[in-house]
């Protein structure tokens, strides 16, 4: 699992109204708990082959800033130049098409140029498809779901650069 997938988890985690979330895959285990106002996030990172432990713990908004600060010191260039990167988040929950008919092409795909009024997908909501505009300018890095996908609100669906 890389650090930007755990990133992103936490980033999902923090947003939604999950207290806990435990995941585990090929000897790796990610476990997320929230606790109340005030008392802050612990999220661990064990990893079976290696047997490495890694713990953050965020007790105050400055403690979090101090600590993504230092995630990014680690970071490789790659990761440093992803995060430049701006998102196109999804407005509502729903199911995300990245076309308007199983048929028809997609909307949009990776590298493509799009500009602030393209539609780049459509989000299904309680049987009305809503068209997703970019609403800024550039080109399309990495779609971040598949075609079919429940997302949420808030969730990030591609990275443009």
């Not at 755990?6 to 090929?26: G, N, T, W």
């Not at 600060?69 to 998102?87: D, F, G, I, S």
Request: hydrophobic fraction near 40%; include cysteine; proline fraction near 4%.
């Amino acid at each position: 699992m890389k650090i930007q997938e755990i990133r992103e988890i936490i980033k999902l985690m923090d947003q939604s109204s999950l207290d806990e979330f435990v995941f585990e895959a090929d000897g790796t285990k990610l476990k997320l708990k929230k606790h109340g106002v005030g008392t802050g996030t612990t999220q661990k990172v064990v990893e079976q082959p290696s047997q490495v432990t890694a713990a953050v713990e965020a007790s105050t908004p400055a403690v979090s800033q101090t600590s993504v600060v230092e995630e990014k010191e680690v970071a490789a260039p790659e990761q440093k130049e992803q995060n430049n990167y701006k998102t196109i988040t999804s407005p509502m929950v729903g199911t995300f098409y990245e076309s308007s008919s199983p048929d028809a092409a997609a909307y949009v795909k990776v590298g493509d140029k799009v500009s602030a009024s393209s539609v780049v997908c459509i989000v299904e909501a309680m049987k009305l498809f809503n068209e997703i505009e970019a609403e800024i300018d550039g080109e399309i890095v990495e779609i971040l779901v598949k075609d079919g996908q429940l997302v949420e609100y808030g969730q990030p669906l591609f990275s443009i650069k």
